[in-house]
């Protein structure tokens, strides 16, 4: 089944304690994304990769780190978080050709509290 | 700069009415893409349809359709004799022809009572 996956799916933690979300995707995309969604908002880009070692900041990195040493694999990493990371993380791929406009698969998301 | 627009935060009907959700966008490329998405309460981002601005056709799939006007750059989904099942938050998106971002807007949210 192709999908998109994420771990943890909820996860409760302290301020400063370093934490990674993982997303992993088996559609051979090129294209990796990470959003934060919080209330009144929407969803807000944090990073995306467009291909392997390759990624960019997108509206809203402050606070968080990316790797991309697989295709398949784009961590989201928290140094040190701090409770306005409090929120709700979504991890998505897309194929990178074709159209700018090609669809964007989502993640089941991941509930990060920071206390 | 683009720019999607959701008016309406909330909307509450009674289960089989008919239901529209706006949608407005700013773009200036010439080519681009909208996109509806549905959340429900468990949370995940379920995509429902794709609409590149060529194809000015409304599209119906079962109970949803959407109506694409250049016009009055309007994106509308409608549910028509809506379900309790129907009960989520739903986003529309732009993604122009210039970068790959994804704008969102920022949701209604929909209540379908029984």
């Known amino acids: 089944e192709a999908q998109v996956t994420q771990n943890p799916r909820y996860l409760i933690t302290v301020t400063g304690k370093k934490l990674t979300v993982t997303c992993s995707q088996n559609m051979n995309h090129e294209y990796m994304s990470w959003y934060r969604q919080d209330p009144g908002l929407g969803l807000r880009q944090i990073y995306y990769?467009?291909?392997?070692?390759?990624?960019d900041k997108g509206d809203v990195p402050e606070g968080y780190k990316v790797s991309r040493k697989e295709k398949r694999n784009f961590p989201l990493i928290l140094e040190s978080p701090s409770p306005n990371q409090t929120s709700l993380y979504f991890c998505a791929s897309r194929v990178a050709g074709g159209t700018r406009g090609e669809t964007q698969y989502f993640g089941p998301g991941t509930r990060l509290l920071v206390l | 700069a683009q720019k999607v627009t959701q008016a309406q935060t909330e909307i509450s009907v009674v289960e089989k009415e008919d239901v529209t959700l706006d949608c407005v966008y700013e773009t200036r490329d010439t080519t681009y893409y909208l996109f509806w998405y549905k959340q429900p309460p468990s949370g995940e981002l379920v995509f429902l349809i794709r609409r590149n601005s060529f194809d000015e056709q409304n599209e119906i799939s079962g109970r949803y359709s959407w109506n694409f006007q250049k016009s009055t750059s309007s994106f509308n989904f409608t549910i028509t004799a809506s379900q309790v099942v129907d009960s989520a938050v739903y986003f529309c998106?732009?993604?122009?022809?210039?970068?790959?971002?994804?704008?969102w807007g920022a949701g209604t949210k929909l209540i379908i009572k029984p």
């Open positions: 998106a732009l993604s122009g022809d210039s970068n790959y971002q994804l704008i």
């Open positions: 990769s467009m291909n392997v070692e390759v990624t």
